[in-house]
């Protein structure tokens, strides 16, 4: 009933910028937060960062000053611009969101498909 596509990764040095982009489709009535989250070999996934509906912002410690969550609630969209990538961002980067199904009466937590980041010279 609802899909999370994410896109937006791939192969960048030190230093170097990407931007993910996630699409939530399908019976939407609403959602509520809206966030990545990032798993590395070997290690639990982690924060990266959520955006409520409303725009509070959160921060995993680690990306604080180097990322930028950004949300079109019109397109039920949310968008991550990665500045100044190390190494250590190296992972496979998801979406996640909490979404209000049309029909049911509590939201659900739903995630992308996952994309590679990797950042090596």
């Known amino acids: 009933q609802v899909q999370l596509v994410d896109s937006g990764g791939g192969l960048v040095q030190p230093g170097g910028s990407l931007r993910l982009s996630c699409a939530a489709s399908?019976?939407?009535?609403?959602?509520?937060?809206m966030g990545w989250y990032r798993q590395a070999p070997g290690k639990q996934r982690e924060l990266v960062a959520t955006?409520?509906?409303?725009?509070?912002?959160d921060y995993g410690d680690s990306v604080k000053g180097r990322f930028t969550i950004s949300r079109d609630n019109a397109k039920n969209m949310v968008s991550l611009q990665m500045n100044n990538l190390q190494p250590e961002d190296t992972a496979v980067y998801y979406c996640?969101?909490?979404?209000?199904?049309?029909?049911?009466?509590?939201?659900?937590?739903?995630w992308g498909q996952g994309t590679q980041v990797t950042v090596s010279s």
């Open positions: 996640n969101a909490d979404i209000l199904v049309r029909g049911n009466f509590i939201t659900g937590s739903y």
């Open positions: 399908g019976s939407i009535r609403s959602i509520t937060a």
């Open positions: 955006i409520t509906r409303s725009g509070r912002i």
